[in-house]
T-cell receptor
Framework: QKEVEQNSGPLSVPEGAIASLNCTYS??????FFWYRQYSGKSPELIMF??SNGDKEDGRFTAQLNKASQYVSLLIRDSQPSDSATYLC??????????WGAGTKLIIKP | GAVVSQHPSRVICKSGTSVKIECRSL??????MFWYRQFPKQSLMLMAT?????????EQGVEKDKFLINHASLTLSTLTVTSAHPEDSSFYIC????????????FGPGTRLTVL
């Protein structure tokens, strides 16, 4: 059974600090990894995707992938209250399907 | 861009009626679309995979005769909830794959269904 694990949180981070979100996956053959953000009552919104080991930066967001350890993380620098949301980790499966983590609720405290 | 729309955004219906939800990719062609359901404070649940021109593939436990999916064109997939009951009340979300070389899914804004 292919699984994606995330700590459900909530993760509370002071405004301006770095928020670190982690995700582990079970299928060693996985090739594509995604972070989505979901605000309460809204649909998921793509933040980043990453395919290669290492870091990928986009503005205040950095995705980190370590295939040997089977984890992917998302760092949010200079956290803002508007970053408060649930962050979903997803791993590519077959026929374009994604295996979803349950999400980590992030709270940025002003 | 990769914009996906859904219509309606919110619907309230009586028990026993059928409701159709449309999912459109506005600026790209989507050979594959997905339908999800999400109950309050719960994770996304994949209901079915919709491929243009072929029958949808339903996840285990999802009744294909109750949740009818049609993907008649490269920009439109529809989900019809037949004979809706209060337990079908949920947030229904579609997503579309823009590029066949990647599996990035772009989501519509969702449809909130309330069955009275």
């Amino acid at each position: 059974q292919k699984e994606v694990e995330q700590n459900s949180g909530p993760l509370s981070v002071p405004e301006g600090a770095i928020a670190s979100l982690n995700c582990t996956y079970s299928d060693r053959g996985s090739q594509s990894f995604f972070w989505y953000r979901q605000y309460s009552g809204k649909s998921p919104e793509l933040i980043m995707f990453i395919y290669s080991n290492g870091d990928k930066e986009d503005g205040r967001f950095t995705a980190q992938l370590n295939k040997a350890s089977q984890y992917v993380s998302l760092l949010i620098r200079d956290s803002q209250p508007s970053d408060s949301a649930t962050y979903l980790c997803a791993v590519g499966y077959s026929n374009y399907q994604l295996i979803w983590g349950a999400g980590t609720k992030l709270i940025i405290k002003p | 861009g990769a914009v996906v729309s859904q219509h309606p955004s919110r619907v309230i219906c009586k028990s026993g009626t059928s409701v159709k939800i449309e999912c459109r990719s506005l600026d790209f062609q989507a050979t594959t679309m997905f339908w999800y359901r999400q109950f309050p404070k719960q994770s996304l649940m994949l209901m079915a995979t919709s491929n243009e021109g072929s029958k949808a593939t339903y996840e285990q436990g999802v009744e294909k005769d109750k949740f009818l999916i049609n993907h008649a064109s490269l920009t439109l997939s529809t989900l019809t909830v037949t004979s809706a009951h209060p337990e079908d009340s949920s947030f229904y979300i579609c997503s579309a794959v823009r590029d066949s070389s990647t599996d990035t899914q772009y989501f519509g804004p969702g449809t909130r269904l309330t069955v009275l």
